[in-house]
Nanobody, 125 residues
Framework: QVQLVESGGGLVQAGGSLRLSCAHS????????MGWFRQAPGMEREFVAA????????WYSDSVKGRFTISRDNAKNTVYLQMNSLKPEDTAVYYC??????????????????WGQGTQVTVSS
């Protein structure tokens, strides 16, 4: 059973930065595509970013493209989400997810097999 643990959330002013981390408990982390999703109050969970097994391919939602960067360190079993130029509309609970089936992570939550518990990101105006 894979466990994912997010960290790095918090309160930041608009224009600021945060770096989220997600630690993967499995011994085969490099064989999982990884993704980040977020969910604001009263909203559906939405795709933020994804990264392939070896990190060669990344993709982003239009709302974060150019501001957020997803990366991974397979030696540390960790995936990161660097968030710059944060906006109040980025406020949400952020979740990391692992896909054990595909080499590239998808944009739909049903494509992922494991989820973390989430970390709160709050951006004040």
């Amino acid at each position: 059973q894979v466990q994912l643990v997010e960290s790095g959330g918090g309160l930041v002013q608009a224009g600021g930065s945060l770096r989220l981390s997600c630690a993967h408990s499995g011994r085969t982390f490099s064989s999982y595509a990884m993704g980040w999703f977020r969910q604001a109050p009263g909203m559906e969970r939405e795709f933020v970013a994804a990264i392939s097994w070896a990190g060669a391919s990344t993709w982003y939602s239009d709302s974060v493209k150019g501001r957020f960067t997803i990366s991974r360190d397979n030696a540390k079993n960790t995936v990161y989400l660097q968030m710059n130029s944060l906006k109040p509309e980025d406020t949400a609970v952020y979740y990391c997810a692992a896909d054990r089936t595909r080499a590239v992570g998808g944009v739909d939550s049903y494509q992922y097999d494991y989820w973390g518990q989430g970390t709160q990101v709050t951006v004040s105006s």
